[in-house]
């Protein structure tokens, strides 16, 4: 399936899914809470009253209930769904476009380019990733967001960049491409304008399940202190918190954990839908 001429026969093939069609439904709610909740609901940072309203359970005046320092639990999960969603989606947005690109330019070049290009992956590969991370995150005491989402979109694009490559592969000598450098196409347009786009379908399944991906390690990371700094709310941060009071107070770990379960598990199953979608030999 050619996504880039039938985006509209895609979407209706996810929405026959029931599963895709939940996995659309629960990103959707958490993308809407994300963009429009924070104006209706207080302010995540604020302690109203440390004393009398910490630690208050799940009720009318504070659904999710509060924290250690008064702090209201729902308007916290709206606000690191929010800083979740955008370092998730700008990161993947930069590991998907360098990976594209070293890929394309490999496959299609070939030869030594190809050989020095997939030897830096494989070496990259061999490093764990969160190793990577640890390493240069440890430098830092506070780490800018901006720098938080380069580091994490910089270090994940080595896969995508395999296979972007093994597509360009595949397509080099198919007929439109040939034809294209047989009327005198250039190599950047015959890259850019013939085998890009029809790697879209492999590149938009990777970005989706690099989504969930990133989505945990940002979380993981924050509960190691090392990823989004107070006072910005973070669903990784909120656990690291509530470890103290996780016996007497519960909702103040169980509410941002279901988060992060509920966001991942959705780009996970809608990104295994968008496979079978793409490549109709997985269905």
């Known amino acids: 399936m050619d996504l880039t001429e039938l985006p509209g026969s895609l979407i209706a093939g996810l929405w026959r899914q029931p599963s895709a069609r939940a996995a659309l439904v629960t990103l959707g709610i958490i993308t809407a809470m994300a963009i429009a909740g924070p104006p209706f609901l207080p302010d995540p940072a604020a302690q109203p009253?440390?004393?009398?309203?910490?630690?208050?359970?799940?009720?009318?005046?504070?659904?999710?209930?509060?924290?250690?320092?008064?702090?209201d639990v729902l308007a916290r999960v709206v606000g690191g769904a929010r800083i979740s969603l955008a370092v998730a989606g700008l990161a993947v947005l930069v590991?998907?476009?360098?990976?594209?690109?070293?890929?394309?330019?490999?496959?299609?070049?070939?030869?030594?380019?190809?050989a020095a290009l997939m030897r830096l992956v494989e070496a990259a590969l061999a490093i764990p990733r969160l190793f990577i991370l640890l390493l240069l995150l440890a430098v830092w005491d506070h780490i800018p967001l901006?720098?938080?989402?380069?580091?994490?979109?910089?270090?994940?694009?080595?896969?995508?960049?395999?296979?972007?490559?093994?597509?360009?592969?595949?397509?080099?000598?198919?007929?439109?491409?040939?034809?294209?450098?047989?009327?005198?196409?250039r190599r950047a347009r015959v890259m850019f304008r013939h085998l890009l786009p029809n790697t879209t379908g492999p590149l938009l399944v990777a970005a989706t399940l690099g989504v969930g991906d990133v989505i945990l390690l940002e979380a993981g990371l924050s509960f190691l202190g090392l990823g989004i700094q107070p006072p910005r709310p973070s669903w990784g941060g909120m656990i690291f918190d509530a470890k103290a009071v996780l016996v007497t107070a519960p909702w103040t770990s169980i509410f941002p954990g279901l988060a992060i379960l509920a966001t991942v598990l959705a780009v996970n199953v809608l990104g295994d839908a968008l496979s079978g979608a793409v490549d109709p030999r997985k269905s």
């Open 49 to 71: 009253d440390v004393v009398g309203q910490a630690l208050l359970p799940p009720g009318a005046g504070h659904p999710f209930g509060t924290d250690q320092l008064s702090r």
């Open 146 to 185: 901006a720098a938080l989402i380069l580091i994490l979109g910089t270090t994940g694009w080595f896969g995508t960049s395999r296979l972007v490559r093994g597509e360009v592969l595949r397509l080099r000598h198919e007929a439109f491409v040939t034809g294209a450098e047989a009327l005198g196409a």
């Open 95 to 114: 590991s998907v476009t360098i990976g594209a690109g070293v890929g394309l330019v490999a496959g299609y070049l070939g030869g030594a380019v190809d």
